[in-house]
């Protein structure tokens, strides 16, 4: 697909204070654009038109390591639509364990009593060794739509035809229209070879069916102390660039396909910041996926 193919030309080096001089920790000019009212985005995201009129709603499909984001993401992106911090999917508060074990859809609500053109279908984390987090295959079935709502995982074997529940016949709908995979900038380095085989795999069966993918890449504040300070500094920052870059090399996903976004986690309550960013991240995704759709 013609988005695949597009890449960011990075700024030169230059720093924006002196303050900052001393590290060249960040660039005058920030390299990617983003619109930070965040009133505007919404109501665009509300209005949005699905071109293809046999998809009533987009699927987006969670995956990444345990640990990541999946379901803090999917609630973070519900957050920001309802203007309060919510929890609709179920979080861990441990990077040792996935806390999702069942394949489950998330419809988001548009604040006015109906839902968004778009479904998040969160899955169980990716893990090292064959006993540990879901199975590669199970992620495959749910790109084709072989996977019923609330299967529950089996590290050890996938769904297949044979078996009760499995989907033969997917709609249009019950496809997936666009990977997500979501990792934390904090620890994007540490990942397993493993883990990144298994990420490989699926990113690998999703380009042979077309399916757009992109990557979520959280806990961008812990990656960097000024977008600590001021979310607006994400794409000003050299070490939010470096740490995509990374991510790039190592999942083979190209930067434009990249979105840093802070999930909700400490807070009680919406920060217009915080949504924009995770919201900039959503349009892409609800437009890769459209393209796709068409299609079909």
């Not at 960040?26 to 509300?46: A, C, G, H, T």
């Not at 009129?53 to 992106?77: C, D, H, T, Y």
């Not at 739509?145 to 033969?168: A, H, V």
């Not at 990420?199 to 690998?204: G, S």
Request: one cysteine or more; charged letters at 20%; a negative charge.
């Amino acid at each position: 697909m013609a988005f695949w193919k597009s890449f960011q030309k990075f700024p030169q080096d230059k720093p924006n204070s002196k303050d900052d001089q001393a590290d060249g920790v960040m660039f005058d000019q920030p390299w990617r654009n983003i619109n930070w009212i965040k009133s505007e985005i919404v109501e665009e995201l509300k209005e949005f038109a699905l071109c293809n009129p046999e998809v009533k709603q987009l699927r987006f499909l969670m995956a990444g390591p345990i640990g990541g984001g999946k379901s803090s993401f999917v609630n973070s992106v519900n957050s920001a639509f309802q203007n309060r911090v919510t929890n609709i999917a179920i979080m861990s508060t441990t990077t040792n364990t996935s806390c999702t074990t069942v394949y489950k859809n998330y419809k988001i609500k548009n604040g006015t009593g109906g839902t968004l053109s778009f479904i998040f279908t969160d899955t169980m984390g990716l893990e090292d060794g064959q006993e540990h987090g879901a199975h590669p295959g199970d992620l495959n079935n749910a790109l084709h739509g072989n996977l019923p709502e609330c299967y529950k995982f089996n590290p050890l074997r996938c769904l297949t035809s044979q078996d009760i529940g499995y989907i033969s016949k997917p709609s249009l709908e019950e496809k997936t229209h666009c990977l997500i995979c979501v990792v934390s900038g904090n620890s994007i380095s540490q990942m397993s070879n493993e883990v990144i085989s298994k990420l490989k795999q699926v990113f690998k069966e999703a380009t042979e069916i077309g399916i757009p993918q992109v990557v979520i890449m959280t806990t961008i504040d812990q990656v960097c102390p000024l977008v600590k300070k001021d979310l607006q500094n994400v794409y000003k920052s050299k070490k939010i660039r470096e740490k995509m870059a990374v991510c790039s090399d190592t999942l083979s996903i190209p930067m434009t396909c990249i979105f840093p976004v802070k999930n909700y986690h400490e807070e009680t309550e919406t920060n217009d910041d915080i949504d924009v960013l995770l919201l900039s991240a959503l349009k892409q995704i609800i437009h890769f996926a459209n393209d796709f759709t068409e299609e079909l």
